[in-house]
Structures are given as structure tokens and as C-alpha cells.
């Protein structure tokens, strides 16, 4: 019992922390997008114009994800989980960093946003690398019976990251004023983290192989990219469709709607800022309760669950973001994040049970990063137009689709919790 526990809380930590970081990556983006990318990266013209534009670049970023789920994937199940985690972290967080120094139009002209698609591109590649390690970090190491819970583990780095990306825009809103923010004070996040990837990488570099690959290497195929679209496409595409209305709802929620209630419904930055973070707690608290309920009564049923009460939670969004209570707004924000959560939390095991060890890596990653196409690539920026095409009744129509289109792939997927991973 010595030996093992240590083992397990490093495994847990390890799994935990590199999505952590590369999540505080990518949600500092997400949010700089809802407040200053616009006004900073293109030319002074009609607000909603720019708008659409930083939404745009944030889409850049999910078209890469798959590239770099089959380029990191191709190494992981080739020559093993550790080394390739470390270098997805060591890309994104290099990327990040790079945004933080990048000059803005009003400098260098076109080259700005020219500059920051390259980044938010090597963003989404490093992003790309990073969950599927993480993922089969902790499934492959999982008991019997307890994949679902260890598959929990970097399913907790997505709100932790996201708390730290909020209250470092909190905190230096309460410090700075707008003036001094959109000048300079935005540009801190992007480079706290390349702190925050040095102690990633320190923790990652610690790391064993999993043991399902050590006993697996022998069977490592050349091609593992080829290998999936030949022989395993079916749980490739049902993977990526289960993940849509896990993005749908988070970005929906977070970017679409901090957007929109600073700028629309004139909601103090701060304030609104202050709220996520109240949300997303309830996203961390749905994370375990779901990884539970998973290993019990299995993976399918969950989310078949989770995923109708979004589908209806749809029907919420115009009348929540209307009233323009605060006390309404928030308890929206909470439930959507929650069901996000619930939604999120056993495809760290899930996505792993749908493919063998030789093509895992790849799988799991390019199927979680397809999704994020699908759901979430594009979200903020069609939330925004259909706001202008027919309100916020048809942002709420947004989520109840993803959600449909999520629990009909759910129906059609075999449920694996007893399934051995060799």
C-alpha cells in the first residue's frame, strides 16, 4: 500500500495539472476574445465587425486541435504517453506566451492578426497533443472498475484552469482601469504562463510509461492515423458527435455570453467575470458526481442523461439573459456549466474504451478535438449571428441541437466500463 498510493497521487496530479495549464491557455484567450482581441488586433471600424473577427481567430485554434491530435498522437502510440505530453504542454505554453508579446494593429498593421492566427493555430496544435495523453494517462494506470474515476482526473484541470484564467482578468480589472487593460494589462495572463508550463513540464518529465503501453509496444503500427480511418472511423465519428454539446454549452455559456452581457446588457466586466467563476464551481462539483456515476451504472446512461437536460436547458437561455437579473443570469450560467460538467467528465474514460492501445492516442485525441470543431469552434461566432439574425431564442436553439446531435450519437455507442484496456 506504500508503493502505490504516492503513485496514484502522481498520476492523479500529472494527469490534472497539464490540462489544468493548457486550459488556463486557452481560456485566457477566450475571454481576452469576449473583451479586447477585437479593439486591439483590427482596424477601428463598427464594434460588432471586430467582434465577429476575434471570434473568428478563436475558431483558428479548434480547426488545429485534430491536426494536433494526429500529429502528437501519432508519436504517442509509437513511442510512448510521457514524452509526447510534455511536448504538447511545452508547445501550447510557448504559443500563449508569444500572444502576450505580439505587437496589436495599430503597431504593425495586418501583420498583427496575421501573427496571432499563426499562434492561436499553434495553440490549438499543442491543445491538439495534450488531452488524449492526459486522458490515457489516467485510464491506463485505472483499476478495474475505476476507470471512470481516474478518467475524472484531467477532466478537473478544464474548471481549475478556467478559475485561474477568470481571476487573473478579475484581478487585474479591480487593478488597472480600462484604459491601462487594453493597453498593456490583458498581455499578463499570456505571460504568467510560461511559469505555470515550466512547473507542468517539471511534473510531467517525473512520469513513468503507462503500463498498458509498455506491454503493448511491440504491437505499435506504423501508421497509426491510417490505421484509425481504416478500421475504427465508426467510433471516431460517434466519439467526436458525443463531445459536441459539452463545448456548446461551455463556450455558449462563458465567451457567447460574457460578450454579450458586458456589451448588450452593459453588465460590469468585473461583475459578470465574478459570476463564471461562481458557475464554474458548479462544473467542478458535476466533474466527480459524474465520473462516479459513470463506473456505477456505466458511461451511456449518464450522458444520454446529462445530455437531454440540455437539450431543454435551451429553452432557458433567452428568457435568462432578457430579464437582465443578475440573480437569473447566474443561476443559468450554473446550470449550464453544471450540465457541461456532468456531460465532460466520463469522456476521459469513455473516449479511451473506444479504441485499442496501439491506436488510443490517436483516437481518443482526434475524436475529443473533431468535437471541438463541431461544437464549439465556431459557437461564439454563430451565437453572434443569430443574435442578429433572430435573438437570443435561436442561441438557445444552438444548444438544444448540439445536444440532440449528442445524445443521438450516445445511442449508438457501446458501453465498455467492463471492457480491459489491453
Known amino acids: 500500500m506504500t508503493t502505490t498510493y504516492p503513485s496514484i497521487l502522481r498520476i492523479a496530479f500529472a494527469s490534472f495539472i497539464g490540462t489544468a495549464i493548457e486550459f488556463y491557455d486557452f481560456y485566457i484567450y477566450g475571454l481576452a476574445v469576449a473583451m479586447v482581441i477585437g479593439p486591439v488586433f483590427f482596424p477601428a471600424s463598427d464594434p460588432a465587425t471586430q467582434a465577429l473577427n476575434a471570434f473568428l481567430t478563436f475558431g483558428i ?17 509509437k513511442i510512448g504517453r510521457k514524452t509526447t505530453l510534455a511536448a504538447s504542454l511545452l508547445v501550447m505554453g510557448s504559443c500563449t506566451t508569444l500572444i502576450g508579446f505580439l505587437p496589436g494593429y495599430a503597431l504593425i498593421g495586418w501583420s498583427a492578426p496575421a501573427l496571432l492566427c499563426l499562434l492561436r493555430f499553434g495553440q490549438g496544435i499543442g491543445l491538439g497533443g495534450e488531452w488524449g495523453g492526459a486522458a490515457l494517462l489516467a485510464a491506463e494506470h485505472a483499476p478495474k472498475g475505476r476507470r471512470g474515476w481516474f478518467g475524472m482526473f484531467p477532466q478537473l484541470g478544464p474548471p481549475v484552469g478556467f478559475l485561474l484564467a477568470v481571476g487573473s482578468f478579475l484581478l487585474l480589472s479591480q487593478l488597472l482601469d480600462d484604459a491601462q487593460f487594453r493597453e498593456w494589462g490583458w498581455r499578463i495572463p499570456f505571460l504568467a504562463s510560461a ?69 448588450t446588457l452593459g453588465i460590469p466586466r468585473p461583475q459578470f467575470l465574478l459570476m463564471l467563476c461562481v458557475a464554474v464551481l458548479f462544473m467542478a462539483a458535476a466533474t466527480p ?14 450522458l444520454i442523461t446529462a445530455g437531454l437536460a440540455a437539450l431543454l436547458s435551451g429553452f432557458l437561455l433567452a428568457p435568462a439573459l432578457e430579464s437582465g437579473s443578475l440573480f437569473q443570469i447566474t443561476g443559468f450560467l450554473c446550470l449550464e456549466l453544471f450540465l457541461m460538467g456532468a456531460t465532460f467528465a466520463p469522456m476521459g474514460a469513455l473516449l479511451p474504451e473506444l479504441f485499442p492501445t496501439r491506436v488510443r492516442y490517436t ?31 435561436w442561441v438557445g436553439g444552438y444548444i438544444s441541437v448540439a445536444a440532440a446531435i449528442s445524445v443521438s450519437a450516445a445511442l449508438f455507442i457501446t458501453d465498455a466500463r467492463d471492457k480491459e484496456l489491453t
Open 61 to 77: 485554434a479548434f480547426v488545429a486541435r485534430p491536426i494536433g491530435a494526429l500529429l502528437f498522437g501519432h508519436f504517442g502510440d
Open 195 to 263: 511559469i505555470l508550463v515550466i512547473i507542468g513540464l517539471y511534473v510531467r518529465l517525473k512520469l513513468t510509461e503507462t503500463p498498458v503501453f509498455a506491454q503493448s509496444a511491440q504491437q505499435a503500427v506504423k501508421l497509426p492515423a491510417a490505421e484509425l480511418f481504416r478500421h475504427h472511423a465508426k467510433p471516431l465519428v460517434l466519439g467526436a458527435l458525443v463531445m459536441v454539446v459539452c463545448y456548446a454549452l461551455f463556450y455558449i455559456s462563458t465567451v457567447f455570453s460574457l460578450s454579450y452581457g458586458t456589451t
Open 289 to 302: 458526481l459524474s465520473a462516479w456515476l459513470g463506473d456505477r451504472f456505466g458511461r451511456r446512461p449518464v
Open 363 to 393: 483516437g481518443a485525441g482526434a475524436a475529443y478535438n473533431l468535437g471541438g470543431i463541431l461544437g464549439a469552434s465556431l459557437a461564439p461566432y454563430i451565437a453572434q449571428q443569430l443574435v442578429l439574425a433572430g435573438g437570443l431564442t
